[in-house]
């Protein structure tokens, strides 16, 4: 399998800040993968050097083989970034938008003009076309960078937070039009904070803290590596208090009743005895794998994504 | 496949053109109005009581040093304003996720800003042939100075647009180097005119060699030659550029 980008060595610094500090690893052609991390980890930053909207203070970023600083035209239409930050434009409508980035491409003629409308189409802004960005939801302006990234056609799709802020029934439409990208032979590189979208969606993932890779693998390996397993048990009497055992596996303690981490290699009748010894009626249990948040909370330490 | 995104370039300079000419109430005629009121209020009263350069009525004198100050300014605002408009609103973005190199980015913003500068120069001349004698003497003088100083100014609007931050630094810019430099270059009056001490400032003013060449392309007078003129109008675009395209090279305030 040839490799969509790789990232050699990465680092940002801004004065004394080191936002990333040596990034290596790589992205398969094809890939949908995942990078994430808690605010402030370095995506962002990551993602711009690699669509070059800020220039890397070291390091190299190919992508299909060609340097982002030296074969930057090459790079910019193979690569397709959706920004974090809403754009808007007073001086445009969507379509005069989406035709003025195809010229930027060199891409025009009646087949573009075409693909500018499916597009509009697909991403339910066909209505919307001779509309100005400044007159649009935060939503439908999510979807107009959506289209803006994919008017050149590009090999690689970067989406950094592209479901913040966005309702279910657009989530659910930017995803199956992601994955439908995806089985066409797109790459996707994805940022989110959603972590059940990341675990749905990406077949690897990277996790970023402070310019740093954490952790690099496959999801399912991330998954599978994670020491724990999760016990939701429902009680009789939530009065009754726990042990100390009990305690420092406790992850939350709510009206449906206790969720508690058990070490793998631990058995199901280890953790009933522990239940029985603390004098807790049982009434029902349930056992989980770790979830990407899980894992992601592990690595990083942080409260939330 | 390093070579001139030519396509890129044009499309560029179109959405500049189009951005400028969506509000053309703002950035063609008003300046155009403005300007006719100088010469209404300072040509009218002033005409009988002065004269500039011998023959020369002056109001005829004014009107090229106007239309001038207008190309210069609009010159000017053109870049500036589209540069601080897209970095603000972050749609400067898609231009630079796109295979436009900085030379010819560069490029399409000055090409629109010297269309802006024409378009306002040429309204105000217009407008100006109905109600004064002017001369056509050079017309190649006129137009070259006037595409080159459009240029030049483009570059410098260019250059504050990368530079500020927020329009607050902008405004600074306009309202401390440009206004008042383009005020005293001789738009009103020949240098000729002034005390020696003032006359030697003059010369450090760049603006002044724009102003004067353009005029010299009208009745062929001049307070320097056409050559010095030329030749500091093209070292200043030169300096410009160079800077330009560095900052755009290094991707400064613009590829963070």
Redesign the interface.
């Known amino acids: 399998m040839s490799l969509a980008v790789e990232f050699q060595h990465v680092t940002k610094q801004y004065g004394s800040f080191e936002a990333l500090k040596g990034i290596s690893f790589e992205v398969e052609e094809g890939a949908f993968f995942g990078l994430l991390g808690p605010n402030g980890a370095g995506k962002s930053t990551l993602i711009n050097a690699m669509s070059g909207l800020l220039v890397p203070s070291g390091g190299m970023i190919k992508v299909h083989g060609y340097d982002v600083i030296q074969d930057y035209r090459q790079t910019r239409r193979l690569l397709g970034l959706v920004p974090q930050e809403l754009i808007a434009d007073p001086f445009f409508t969507i379509r005069q938008l989406l035709e003025l980035q195809s010229g930027y491409f060199g891409i025009k003629g009646k087949e573009q003009k075409q693909w500018i409308d499916e597009l509009l189409e697909r991403l339910a802004l066909a209505d919307k076309a001779n509309a100005i960005t400044n007159q649009l939801s935060g939503g439908m302006k999510r979807r107009v960078l959506i289209a803006m990234a994919l008017v050149h056609k590009p090999r690689v799709l970067v989406l950094d937070e592209p479901t913040a802020g966005v309702d279910v029934d657009l989530r659910h439409t930017l995803w199956e039009f992601t994955k439908e990208l995806h089985q066409k032979g797109h790459t996707i590189i994805l940022t989110t904070h959603y972590l059940e979208e990341a675990e749905a969606l990406c077949e690897k993932v990277a996790i970023m803290q402070r310019g740093e890779v954490k952790a690099l693998d496959t999801t399912s390996q991330l998954l599978a590596t994670h020491p724990f397993r999760y016990v939701r048990v429902a009680v009789e009497n939530r009065n009754t208090p726990l042990s100390m055992e009990l305690k420092k596996r406790l992850v939350e303690d709510d009206n449906a009743g206790y969720l508690f981490r058990l070490e793998k290699e631990q058995s199901m009748s280890d953790m009933l005895g522990m239940l029985h010894h603390s004098g807790i009626a049982v009434k029902d249990v349930r056992t989980r794998d770790a979830t990407l948040e899980e894992v992601f909370m592990a690595l990083t330490g942080a409260a939330q994504a | 496949?390093?070579n001139f995104?030519?396509?890129?370039c044009?499309?560029?300079f179109?959405?500049e053109v189009?951005?400028f000419y969506?509000?053309s109430v703002q950035t063609i005629f008003a300046p155009v109005v403005s300007t006719l009121l100088y010469l209404l209020v300072f040509g009218q009263v002033i005409d009988t009581q002065i004269e500039v350069f011998s023959g020369l009525e002056y109001s005829q004198f004014l009107i090229p040093g106007l239309v001038m100050m207008a190309i210069l300014q609009n010159a000017f605002a053109n870049t500036s304003s589209s540069l601080i408009?897209s970095k603000m609103?972050?749609?400067l973005?898609?231009?630079?996720?796109?295979?436009?190199?900085p030379f010819e980015f560069y490029l399409a913003f000055i090409a629109a800003s010297v269309v802006r500068g024409l378009a306002v120069g040429v309204g105000i001349l217009l407008i100006g042939i109905f109600g004064f004698d002017l001369s056509f003497n050079s017309p190649s003088w006129i137009l070259l100075f006037a595409v080159l100083s459009a240029a030049m100014m483009g570059g410098l609007g260019m250059l504050a647009g990368i530079l500020s931050d927020k329009y607050d630094h902008l405004a600074a810019f306009q309202n401390f180097i440009i206004m008042p430099l383009t005020f005293l270059s001789g738009v009103f009056y020949s240098i000729h005119a002034l005390p020696e001490i003032w006359q030697q400032a003059s010369h450090l003013n760049p603006f002044f060699y724009m102003v004067d060449g353009f005029r010299y392309g009208f009745f062929e007078q001049s307070d320097v030659s056409i050559g010095l003129s030329l030749l500091v109008t093209l070292f200043f675009l030169t300096l410009i550029s160079a800077i330009n395209l560095i900052l755009l090279n290094?991707?400064v305030k613009i590829?963070?």
Do not use: D, E
Request: aromatic share 6%; no cysteine; hydrophobic share 40%.
């Open positions: 496949m390093n995104n030519a396509a890129g044009w499309a560029l179109v959405k189009k951005r969506s509000v408009q609103h972050g749609n973005t898609f231009a630079l996720l796109s295979p436009i190199s290094k991707g590829r963070k």
